[in-house]
C-alpha cells in the first residue's frame, strides 16, 4: 500500500474482531502496515456504523480489525452486524483472543495455557435448565447455531489437514512478535504458573471461619482476587501434566473444537467438565456465539487459564500473543480471490513484520528463559 493511496472499503475481504485491548494490541503487532501510521490510506464507515477499527495491511491482505466495545453475546452480535454495514464484501471474519480452556481437547491431547484453540463450531452454553446436576440444554432448533458456510467450514478443515506445520509457523510469528520491545511484557509466563488443580479443589481460605470460604462449596471475594501461591493453594491437588514435565519447551499447540459461548466468566471446573462432557467444549469465551450466524467467522483464541476457580490475569497477554501469531500463520493459508490478487498486486505491500525481524529472533527457550467463583446459571 504506497503513501497517499486510498482504498475502498470493497478491497477489505478480511476482518479481525476483538474485545479486550491486550487482544488487539496483540493482533497490531502482526500488521505489516497500520493506516494512519505508515500511510494515509483510508476506509469510510456507513452512516449507520459506530464502530471504531484500525486498518491497514497483514502480508498482501487487506485487513480491518474491529474493536468490539466489550465481553458479552448481545455487544458481539451487534457490532456484526453494524461491521457488515461497512464492510460487505468480508470473505473472512477472525475472532481473535483469550479464552478459557479444558485440560484436554476430544482427542485426549493435552492443552496447556498458550496453546490456541480454533474453533470448530461455536454454542451458546447458557441455554437450558439448572438441575442438581448441571445444567441441561434445550436442545431445540431455536437454540441451536447454524453452520457456517461450505466456503469457511472447508476452510478450517484445511487448517487442520495442516496442524503440524501451521503450528510451526505460529511458533516463529510468535518468536518475532515477542522479539519487539512492546511485547516484552507478553512472554511466556514459565512451565511453574502453569497450574491445573483438581476440579473439585476449590480457590479459597481453608482454614477460615469467619469468611464465605467457611461454607463447603463458596469462596469470598478476598479469595477470589488473591492468587494460588499467595493463598496457599495445595500443591498435593495439581494434576500432573506430561507436556510441562518435558524438559524442552515446546511451541503452543493447535487444538480444533468446539468453542462455548456466555455471558459470565466461566470459573467453575464442574461446569467445565459438564461441557465437556457434554457438548466436547473445549474453549470458553463471550463472543464467539454473538458472530457465529452473522459472519463468515473463524475462530483462533488462546489459552490464559483452566476455566476454574484458581483463574487469573497472568497469562493473558502471553495467550493473546499466541492466538494474534497463529492468526498470522491462518491467513497464510487463505486463499485469495482473484480481486484480492489483482489489488495485492497493484499496491505491491511490504512484508515489515518479517523482513523487520529476521536479525532479532527469539526461540522458544529464550523466551522461557526472559522470565522466568462465581458463576450465576
Not at 31 to 45: A, C, L, M, V, Y
Not at 129 to 157: A, M, V
Not at 194 to 206: A, G, M, Q
Not at 329 to 358: C, G, K, Y
Request: charged fraction near 20%; proline fraction near 4%; glycine fraction near 8%.
Amino acid at each position: 500500500m504506497s503513501p497517499g493511496a486510498t482504498v475502498d472499503n470493497s478491497d477489505f475481504h478480511i476482518g479481525i474482531l476483538c474485545a479486550l485491548p491486550l487482544e488487539s494490541r496483540a493482533v497490531r503487532g502482526i500488521f505489516d502496515e497500520i493506516d494512519g501510521f505508515d500511510n494515509d490510506s483510508h476506509f469510510t464507515r456507513a452512516s449507520t456504523d459506530t464502530g471504531s477499527y484500525t486498518a491497514g495491511k497483514i502480508g498482501p491482505h487487506s485487513v480491518v480489525l474491529g474493536h468490539l466495545p466489550g465481553m458479552g453475546l448481545v455487544d458481539t452480535a451487534n457490532f456484526a452486524q453494524r461491521f457488515l454495514s461497512s464492510f460487505a464484501k468480508l470473505q473472512l471474519v477472525l475472532l481473535v483472543g483469550v479464552c478459557g480452556g479444558s485440560p484436554r481437547d476430544d482427542k485426549c491431547h493435552e492443552i496447556r495455557l498458550g496453546d490456541v484453540i480454533i474453533g470448530t463450531r461455536a454454542i451458546k452454553s447458557d441455554l437450558g435448565r439448572l438441575y442438581q446436576d448441571g445444567l441441561q440444554s434445550r436442545g431445540g432448533k431455536e437454540d441451536t447455531l447454524g453452520r457456517q458456510s461450505p466456503e469457511i467450514r472447508g476452510f478450517i478443515n484445511k487448517l487442520e489437514s495442516y496442524k503440524h506445520p501451521l503450528r510451526e509457523t505460529t511458533a516463529r510469528y510468535l518468536s518475532q512478535l515477542l522479539a519487539k520491545p512492546e511485547f516484552q511484557m507478553s512472554l511466556y509466563p514459565g512451565s511453574d504458573k502453569d497450574k491445573l488443580f483438581n476440579h473439585n479443589y476449590l480457590h479459597k481460605h481453608y482454614d477460615s471461619k469467619v469468611c464465605q470460604c467457611k461454607h463447603p462449596s463458596k469462596s469470598c471475594d478476598a479469595a477470589r482476587e488473591t492468587l494460588c501461591n499467595q493463598l496457599g493453594c495445595d500443591s498435593q491437588h495439581l494434576i500432573q501434566r506430561n507436556r510441562l514435565q518435558s524438559q524442552v519447551l515446546n511451541s503452543p499447540a493447535l487444538h480444533f473444537g468446539t468453542m462455548a459461548s456466555r455471558d459470565a466468566v466461566i470459573k467453575y471446573a464442574d461446569y467445565r467438565e459438564y461441557m465437556f462432557r457434554k457438548e466436547k467444549a473445549i474453549g470458553f469465551d463471550m463472543e464467539s456465539a454473538g458472530l457465529w450466524e452473522y459472519l463468515p467467522t473463524v475462530i483462533v483464541k488462546g489459552v490464559c487459564d483452566y476455566a476454574d476457580s484458581h483463574k487469573n490475569n497472568l497469562w493473558q497477554d502471553y495467550a493473546a500473543a499466541s492466538a494474534a501469531a497463529c492468526t498470522r500463520a491462518v491467513l497464510d493459508l487463505w486463499d485469495r480471490s482473484p480481486e484480492q490478487s489483482i489489488a495485492s498486486q497493484a499496491t505491491h505491500p511490504t512484508t515489515q513484520f518479517n523482513n523487520s525481524m529476521n536479525t532479532n529472533v527469539v526461540n522458544q527457550s529464550q523466551i522461557a528463559n526472559l522470565s522466568n467463583f462465581t458463576l450465576n446459571f
